[in-house]
């Protein structure tokens, strides 16, 4: 009887371990994109694109396709949540929602609107969503729209709309994240903001080969949230590198601006002249900038800080459509001195523009008080939303330009007013 207990006990264990709860791989429906819009009604509409592993299997691919079929599937269903909208789906499907390699959230334009806090507690909670997961915002459109949309390049625009964003010189699949990190700092963020893009020129397709320019995703540039995290406006993606120098995050960039002849005769050119207002009847210059420092300090007042801003970068010059023969060293220091001017003019106005229309501190100065001056945090930080609108910003860009490229005067014939 002792034997027969003993054995009992140690057959016991074995028995009551091992993968009891394990879901083998062709019972599961592996989520790429999560989206989420607002009905009229205010009940949440959950979309996912799922991968479809036959396609995967049968090979080829073109324009979104493999052989044949389309890469991925969408499907939507109604709740009043995350959780209780993705219950609901799960009755159309015949396997597991798997989100556990969801890399993209979108966000439909009018569920911003209203605020996004009803819908992101749950990608902070669950073990199934990697704060690294990148979240967009559809401008002018729903999430499912945009998830619905086949993208020529990838077999799956959940992935599509990830690379693009990082092409742009932005940080890679961190934005959740950063949105978490942002609002429980000065309590605004910025999500990155897609837009649905019909093409330019329409073009007829003539034979079954023809590639047509097709509606797509395009990247519009960020939107901004304010304190309540509703959405209270979208940066464009020209206007959306300057709060990235800023707080740091920028990795390249190119920039073009017009070399007036001002330019060509005096340095730094002619305050006010045609670089912003794009006139034609000056020559470009595009840099191409890969290396992005920033350094913010504030200073204190009677009490209130304003900021001093110094932005440095390097890079090359990548086109030269001046009169400028820039195998000479003080042209491309007139280069530096315009190209300078001409990106404080356009950071001034961004900071302008989110100051007084969205009045969020989408550029991190409270967290720089916080961090360098604690006990004067301490009595700003209650008022901060009030505050922000109104404080001074001292910005100064200082581009190192190393390069002309290849060469330094143009294999090009001399242009008129030029220097030989």
Request: aromatic content about 8%; some cysteine.
């Given at each position: 009887?002792?034997?027969?207990?003993?054995?009992?006990?140690?057959i016991l264990?074995l028995?009551?371990?091992?993968c009891?709860?394990?879901?083998?791989?062709n019972?599961?429906?592996?989520?790429?994109?999560?989206?989420?819009?607002?009905?009229?009604?205010g009940?949440y509409?959950?979309?996912?694109n799922?991968?479809l592993?036959?396609?995967?299997?049968?090979?080829?691919?073109q324009?979104?396709?493999?052989?044949?079929?389309?890469?991925?599937m969408?499907?939507?269903?109604y709740g009043?949540?995350?959780?209780?909208?993705?219950?609901?789906?799960?009755?159309?499907?015949?396997?597991?929602?798997?989100?556990?390699?969801?890399?993209?959230?979108?966000?439909?334009?009018?569920l911003a609107e209203?605020?996004v806090f009803s819908?992101?507690?749950?990608?902070?909670?669950?073990?199934?969503?990697?704060?690294?997961?990148?979240?967009?915002?559809?401008?002018?459109?729903?999430?499912?729209?945009?998830?619905?949309?086949?993208?020529?390049?990838e077999?799956?625009p959940?992935?599509?709309?990830?690379?693009?964003?990082e092409?742009?010189?932005?940080?890679i699949s961190?934005?959740?994240l950063?949105?978490?990190?942002?609002?429980?700092?000065?309590?605004?963020?910025v999500?990155?903001?897609?837009?649905?893009?019909p093409?330019?020129m329409?073009?007829?397709?003539?034979s079954?080969?023809?590639?047509?320019?097709?509606?797509t995703l395009?990247?519009?540039g960020?939107?901004?949230f304010?304190?309540?995290?509703?959405l209270?406006?979208?940066l464009?993606?020209?206007?959306?590198?300057a709060?990235?120098?800023i707080t740091?995050?920028?990795?390249?960039r190119?920039?073009t601006?017009?070399?007036?002849?001002?330019?060509?005769e005096?340095?730094?050119?002619k305050a006010?002249?045609d670089?912003?207002?794009?006139?034609?009847?000056?020559?470009?210059v595009t840099v191409?900038?890969d290396?992005?420092?920033?350094?913010?300090?504030?200073?204190?007042?009677?009490g209130?800080?304003?900021?001093?801003?110094?932005?440095?970068g390097?890079?090359?010059?990548e086109e030269?459509?001046?009169?400028?023969?820039?195998?000479?060293t003080?042209?491309v220091?007139?280069?530096?001195a315009?190209m300078?001017q001409?990106?404080?003019?356009?950071?001034?106005?961004?900071?302008?523009?989110?100051q007084?229309?969205f009045?969020?501190?989408?550029?991190?100065?409270?967290?720089t008080?916080?961090r360098?001056?604690?006990?004067?945090?301490?009595?700003l930080?209650a008022?901060?939303?009030?505050?922000?609108p109104?404080?001074?910003?001292?910005?100064?860009?200082?581009?190192d330009?190393t390069?002309?490229?290849?060469?330094?005067?143009s294999?090009?014939?001399?242009?008129?007013g030029?220097?030989?």
């Amino acid at each position: 009887m002792y034997r027969k207990l003993v054995a009992l006990f140690l057959i016991l264990p074995l028995l009551l371990t091992g993968c009891w709860d394990r879901q083998e791989l062709n019972d599961q429906a592996i989520v790429l994109g999560w989206g989420m819009d607002q009905a009229e009604d205010g009940a949440y509409l959950a979309t996912a694109n799922l991968v479809l592993p036959l396609a995967s299997k049968s090979g080829g691919q073109q324009g979104g396709e493999q052989g044949g079929r389309s890469g991925f599937m969408t499907e939507s269903a109604y709740g009043r949540n995350n959780r209780d909208a993705e219950q609901n789906m799960q009755r159309k499907l015949s396997r597991v929602l798997f989100p556990g390699h969801r890399r993209n959230i979108f966000i439909g334009e009018k569920l911003a609107e209203h605020g996004v806090f009803s819908i992101l507690d749950e990608y902070g909670r669950s073990p199934m969503v990697r704060p690294r997961t990148n979240i967009f915002v559809v401008k002018g459109g729903t999430a499912q729209e945009a998830m619905s949309l086949a993208y020529q390049l990838e077999t799956n625009p959940a992935i599509a709309v990830q690379k693009i964003q990082e092409k742009s010189g932005a940080p890679i699949s961190r934005s959740l994240l950063d949105f978490f990190i942002m609002a429980n700092g000065t309590g605004c963020g910025v999500m990155p903001a897609l837009t649905i893009v019909p093409p330019e020129m329409k073009t007829d397709k003539k034979s079954k080969n023809d590639s047509p320019p097709q509606t797509t995703l395009g990247l519009y540039g960020v939107a901004v949230f304010n304190g309540q995290l509703e959405l209270a406006g979208y940066l464009s993606n020209d206007e959306s590198w300057a709060r990235l120098w800023i707080t740091n995050e920028l990795a390249f960039r190119n920039f073009t601006t017009i070399i007036n002849p001002e330019d060509a005769e005096q340095s730094g050119g002619k305050a006010g002249m045609d670089a912003l207002s794009g006139a034609t009847k000056g020559q470009t210059v595009t840099v191409n900038v890969d290396t992005f420092k920033s350094h913010i300090t504030p200073i204190f007042t009677d009490g209130l800080p304003k900021f001093r801003i110094l932005l440095e970068g390097k890079g090359f010059i990548e086109e030269n459509n001046s009169p400028l023969n820039l195998s000479k060293t003080a042209n491309v220091e007139k280069v530096e001195a315009r190209m300078n001017q001409y990106l404080v003019e356009k950071i001034q106005k961004v900071t302008e523009k989110v100051q007084k229309d969205f009045k969020s501190d989408i550029f991190g100065l409270g967290d720089t008080i916080h961090r360098r001056h604690p006990y004067r945090w301490k009595k700003l930080a209650a008022d901060w939303e009030t505050i922000f609108p109104e404080i001074e910003l001292d910005i100064t860009v200082k581009l190192d330009l190393t390069g002309t490229g290849i060469t330094g005067e143009s294999l090009l014939p001399t242009r008129e007013g030029g220097e030989k």
